[in-house]
């Protein structure tokens, strides 16, 4: 389909069932598809399983969907501004996969490039390659879940630790621009993980703050290319924008 405008968020992730797995953009709250999000969860749907770089804050991004008891597994690389993230982690009720930054950020490009698995030095010597690391934590506190060992081979003297792409059901991500191709123009941090988090999706659904006709976007300035996306909603340029911790010098320092 060439014009891939949806009328609405609502309508964008309706078929989205139970037990999805599902890429979400976004760098700490930077680029959080939100109205995707707030969306999946006015639907229900549940027992998802997530891969984002983090799971939002208590009360924002992928943190509703977490408070609602609508996600089963994150992967993820950063887990420390949501308490909530921590209790049910810690009483089993939230399975973890943890994964370097950058390995999770090669993973997604990799699943999307379609490249089946990849060797990295990250993690090397650790409970990453090793195994051990908890994933899920039983109610008495004991390790229920363990992460495997990976394969390690040596490539010119040195150690590396085979990694799995990540190829998910489907994924949603937030751009400043897009086209009714799909082509998308991203805005700083929130380049970071949207367009790794759009190739990995099966299906890509994607909301812009402003939508333009086909052939508007310059195309040296388009971060991503249209055929990574199957989905896309305006949602306007006044949508929430959270900032995770604002930190500000006292006046005249």
Known sequence: MIDKQWPSAAEAVADIPDGASLAVGGFGLSGNPIALIEALLAQGTTDLRVVSNNCGVDDWGLGVLLAARRIRKMTSSYVGE????????????????????????????????????????????????????????????????????KDVRTFDGAD?????????????????????????????????????????????IAQVERLV?????????????GVFVHRIVEVGTDIPKRIERRTVAAEGA
């Open 82 to 149: 949501n308490k909530e993230f921590e209790r049910q982690f810690l009483t089993g009720e939230l399975e973890l996969e943890l994964t370097p930054q950058g390995t999770l950020a090669e993973k997604l490009r990799a699943g999307g490039s379609g490249i089946a698995a990849f060797y990295t030095q990250t993690g090397v010597g650790t409970q990453v390659a090793e195994g051990g690391l908890p994933q899920r934590y039983a109610p008495d506190g004991s390790v229920a879940v363990a992460s495997p060992a």
């Open 213 to 225: 006709e086909p052939g508007a976007l310059d195309p040296d300035s388009i971060h991503l290319p």
């Open 160 to 204: 590396y630790v085979l990694e799995e792409a990540v190829t998910t059901d489907f994924s949603l991500v937030h751009a400043a621009v897009g086209d009714r191709h799909g082509n998308l123009v991203f805005t700083k941090a929130a380049r970071n993980f949207n367009p790794l988090a759009a190739m990995a999706g099966r299906i890509c």
